[in-house]
């Protein structure tokens, strides 16, 4: 697992995302990529009727057989799959969510000699909403060892300049990259576009439910924080 | 004399020399005779019995005195021409000095010497001429094949047999534990999986990983890779074999062994193993270095992947210099 950026791309609109995405594309394919398939990252969010807490459960198909269950304090849970089923026993009682709230970054993915390009299309419910672009640089674990390197590479795909790392990213330059670091990242990028256009926005629902401490439970043993 | 050369020739000298001989001697004896009738001709002078006559033997005289002096002159040419050829054969050219009366020497087995003498004064005269010609010519075109005088100087020395192969375990592990306090952001792991040749297990800072498998204190296989890639297979043994999956640190193995090869020195092993492990050490900023030489990260998609063996500078694999 090397260091990833996700990096999101200004459109002028949503009826540009698709021709923005193309370009990329061409350009990635210009500078040697090899098309590897698709990925998808989703966001499933529910909320827990009891306490009122917002709990994010996300699928990265780079890791097939995890599950990572984010809480609104940034607090990650890494499950394996099972969590899935788990979570939906626990929804009609403890938890409920709510129907065109599931975000979905879906795209195709590249290999660029030791780089992993991916052009991902953000879809909250059925609306595109932004485009995001994963660079992964695979040899390197240290996000500040190669962080210029991988500016260098966005810089001339997206023919702008990079900004400093985003706010989760900024306070783990100098530490082992994890996969939690990715999903943390998307969890920025996502929160962002949901807030973009407030109709869309997610808000709390109000049926209120005991059975909060199963949650917590549940999370205890495996948690990452 | 003439006799005397002429039998104490031995039989090596050819027989052309011995005609010369005598076609000199011939020679010697026609100006004589020629001489002598110059003088016979003077001395019968002109007689004078009328003044008819007179001048008719005056004339007689001076033709007959012509006729003899040229005859003279003509023999005395050949003379020259003879004792020409005579110096030619003789090796008159050549003195040495009171030993040219061993040729006087009626002793025949000895007789031969002067003349071997001077055969072999004259092949050495020929060997020095040849040998000063070669010498000009070959600094003229000095052929330089290695940069190394040293051994250019010692290269009739026999060189001294290589030992760094054969090294007691004890004093590997003291010099690697002497690098180790040198080199801070690396550290070295020893390891003997396979009898008393070392293994080194190094990780340069969060960088890379390294394999040195070493025989005494020559290297002989280097393998690096990711910092997060595993070192060890399966079933819990060393593998020195497979590459990295990635291909940066495909190139910087390659580079590596290059770099060892460079580093190699049959007799000053010690040194060759302390040069190699500062030049990888170089390599702790593999990935935010840039190019020394186009100032930039990327060319090809890699970062540079070459370290200079002198300067430790970053290049790109193209960008080399």
Redesign the interface.
């Known amino acids: 697992?090397g260091v990833v950026i996700v990096h999101m791309v200004p459109c002028s609109g949503p009826e540009a995302l698709q021709s923005t995405a193309d370009n990329l594309c061409r350009m990635i394919e210009r500078?040697?990529g090899q098309r590897d398939g698709v990925f998808c990252v989703d966001c499933e969010t529910y909320f827990n009727t009891s306490m009122g807490r917002t709990q994010h459960v996300l699928h990265d198909s780079e890791h097939p057989a995890s599950v990572f269950s984010l809480l609104e304090s940034g607090l990650c849970l890494v499950a394996d799959a099972n969590f899935d089923s788990l979570m939906n026993k626990l929804t009609p009682q403890l938890f409920t969510t709510k129907m065109g709230t599931k975000v979905e970054c879906k795209g195709p993915r590249y290999q660029?000699?030791?780089?992993v390009l991916k052009v991902g299309t953000v879809t909250i419910g059925t609306s595109a909403r932004g485009l995001l672009v994963e660079c992964e640089?695979?040899?390197?674990?240290?996000t500040?060892?190669?962080w210029?390197?991988m500016r260098?590479?966005m810089e001339?795909l997206l023919g702008v300049p990079l900004n400093q790392p985003g706010p989760y990213l900024a306070l783990r330059m100098r530490e082992?990259y994890t996969p939690v670091d990715t999903i943390q990242q998307y969890m920025e990028h996502f929160n962002v576009l949901r807030k973009s256009n407030p109709v869309q926005a997610v808000s709390a629902p109000a049926s209120g439910q005991s059975g909060g401490q199963t949650n917590q439970n549940a999370q205890t043993p495996t948690s990452k924080g | 004399m003439a006799q005397f050369i002429g039998g104490a020739q031995p039989p090596s000298i050819d027989p052309v020399s011995m005609e010369n001989v005598r076609q000199a001697l011939g020679a010697v004896r026609a100006v004589r005779s020629s001489v002598g009738d110059v003088f016979r001709t003077l001395a019968e002078g002109v007689r004078s019995s009328h003044e008819s006559e007179e001048r008719e033997k005056d004339q007689d005289f001076k033709g007959s005195l012509a006729h003899s002096l040229s005859s003279v002159h003509t023999k005395l040419r050949e003379l020259e021409t003879s004792v020409q050829n005579l110096s030619s054969t003789g090796g008159a050219g050549l003195s040495l000095g009171s030993t040219s009366h061993l040729c006087q020497d009626p002793t025949i087995d000895r007789t031969s010497l002067y003349v071997d003498m001077i055969k072999t004064h004259r092949w050495l005269d020929r060997v020095h001429e040849y040998t000063s010609h070669m010498a000009s010519v070959l600094q003229q075109n000095n052929l330089k094949r290695s940069n190394n005088m040293v051994f250019s100087n010692k290269r009739r020395q026999r060189l001294p047999i290589a030992t760094g192969h054969n090294v007691p375990p004890q004093h590997v592990e003291n010099f690697i534990g002497g690098l180790q306090r040198q080199l801070t952001d690396m550290t070295i792991d020893l390891v003997r999986p396979c009898g008393s040749n070392a293994v080194l297990k190094i990780t340069l800072a969060r960088t890379l990983k390294a394999i040195v498998v070493l025989r005494g204190l020559l290297i002989e296989w280097v393998l690096v890779k990711a910092y997060h890639e595993e070192l060890y297979t399966a079933d819990e043994q060393l593998d020195i074999w497979t590459p990295s999956r990635y291909k940066v640190f495909q190139k910087v193995t390659d580079h590596a062994n290059a770099a060892m090869l460079h580093f190699h020195s049959p007799n000053l092993h010690d040194l060759a193993v302390k040069s190699f492990l500062h030049w990888l050490q170089s390599y702790s900023t593999l990935f935010s270095d840039a190019c020394k030489r186009c100032n930039r990260h990327l060319m090809h998609n890699f970062p540079p992947t070459w370290r200079c063996v002198r300067t430790y500078e970053a290049y790109h694999e193209t960008c080399r210099p």
Do not use: H, K, N
């Open positions: 697992m500078i040697g660029v000699e030791d780089f640089y695979q040899p390197c674990p240290v500040a060892s190669c210029e390197l260098e590479l001339s082992i």
